[in-house]
């Protein structure tokens, strides 16, 4: 074995990863050549500086993070998994059929309340009503005459009670909800 | 109130969920210490590490129990290693959080080493030599970094070490031994006064 040879597997020899026989080899031959020693002890010595450094520890939060992750990753998967599609596209679908129902209730509600009144005009009220959630009070009836005297707190003349509280009807809540199951068939 | 939450978390995990969070507590600061001196700075660091288990965990039905779950683990982060060296070398970018290190280190040095010998112990805690050899395992070629701190940090075998780079136990032997050579001449050209230090003894 020359001095090359030996080098080439000096590392190997440092981490025991040689056979017994080669191990014996190149111990025997460190033993009397000083290049090799030198050699030798120079990657000894950056082994032991390497395995010299403490460890670095993370930050106290890092671990807690990780295993978050972990289960944000987890709810994910679950969610994409198809049992549980189908019920996120559900919701869209409930909600829907929800706003249906509700709009139907109201034409259904403002046909039998405002019996007096032409029913022609009932429809286009309605609409505006609907385009404008978010006030119950049609505009067009808003906008002609108040529907409230707001001294006397009594609907005004001409506007049935339902319909300045229309908010407060009753039958909105007693109707069973068939609307939805129905809507849901459709799609 | 956090008990209880735990322990509703618990109740729907299953046993094999619970048993990765086991492996991942028990593990996590030894994979974080590896990447740290793979990567060098703290936030790539926990990148590396969160990275490699939310891919074992994603992977952890093929995971083998007959192999320590790090020697498994370690061949993740691998990969993923190797693959994000790769890309931030196409990319002209370079992170913000990488550390800016002077070109002359003796400024900053002076006052943590005394001429007049400091023992072995007092340089193995001392910033400036983990300094010094983090620098140089950086200064190394991805692949001899990985075999070096697989080897000399977490003391595998080049069994272990082939298995987890996925490559022959020949190409792991070489990839130490020229890895320790280059680390070695790195520190003998920047650090003279401790190459000295470790040579002696």
């Given at each position: 074995m020359n001095c090359r040879h030996v080098q080439a597997h000096l590392s190997a020899y440092l981490d025991s990863e040689l056979t017994g026989c080669q191990q014996q080899t190149i111990r025997y031959h460190i033993n009397h050549c000083t290049e090799c020693a030198r050699e030798y002890r120079r990657l000894r010595s950056v082994k032991q500086l390497i395995g010299a450094i403490p460890c670095e520890l993370p930050a106290a939060h890092c671990e807690e993070r990780l295993i978050m992750q972990i289960r944000a990753y987890r709810f994910e998967m679950t969610a994409e998994s198809p049992r549980k599609s189908w019920i996120q596209g559900l919701w869209p679908r409930v909600s829907f059929a929800a706003a249906a129902t509700l709009a139907l209730f109201f034409f259904a509600s403002k046909g039998e309340d405002t019996?007096?009144?032409?029913?022609?005009?009932?429809l286009p009220n309605s609409l505006s009503v609907l385009s404008n959630s978010?006030?119950?009070?049609?505009i067009s009836t808003f906008s002609t005459q108040?529907?409230?005297h707001f001294d006397s707190m009594q609907p005004a003349p001409g506007v049935s009670f339902y319909q300045a509280n229309?908010?407060?009807?009753p039958e909105m809540i007693q109707q069973p909800p068939v609307a939805p199951i129905v809507l849901m068939g459709w799609r | 109130m956090e008990l209880t939450r735990e322990t509703t978390a618990r109740a729907f995990m299953d046993v094999q969920e619970q048993e990765f969070e086991e492996l991942a507590r028990r593990h996590y600061r030894q994979a974080y210490n590896l990447a740290y001196r793979l990567t060098g700075n703290a936030p790539d660091a926990e990148d590396l590490t969160q990275e490699a288990f939310l891919r074992a965990y994603r992977f952890f039905g093929r995971y083998d129990r007959a192999l320590p779950f790090m020697n498994w683990f370690n061949r993740i982060l691998t990969n993923l290693y190797i693959d994000e060296y790769r890309r931030r070398q196409r990319l002209p970018i370079r992170s913000l959080d990488d550390p800016i290190r002077t070109e002359d280190p003796e400024d900053n040095l002076t006052l943590e080493l005394v001429d007049d010998g400091p023992s072995p112990e007092e340089i193995a805690l001392s910033r400036y030599y983990q300094d010094a050899v983090q620098e140089g395992l950086l200064s190394l070629a991805p692949e001899f970094r990985l075999a070096v701190a697989y080897a000399d940090i977490e003391g595998y075998s080049y069994e272990e070490i082939a298995e987890m780079m996925n490559c022959s136990i020949g190409t792991v032997r070489s990839r130490i031994h020229r890895g320790r050579k280059q680390l070695r001449a790195y520190l003998e050209k920047k650090y003279p006064e401790l190459a000295q230090r470790g040579e002696e003894e």
């Open positions: 019996g007096n009144t032409s029913t022609v005009n009932t978010r006030s119950f009070q049609p108040p529907s409230w229309a908010w407060e009807q | -």
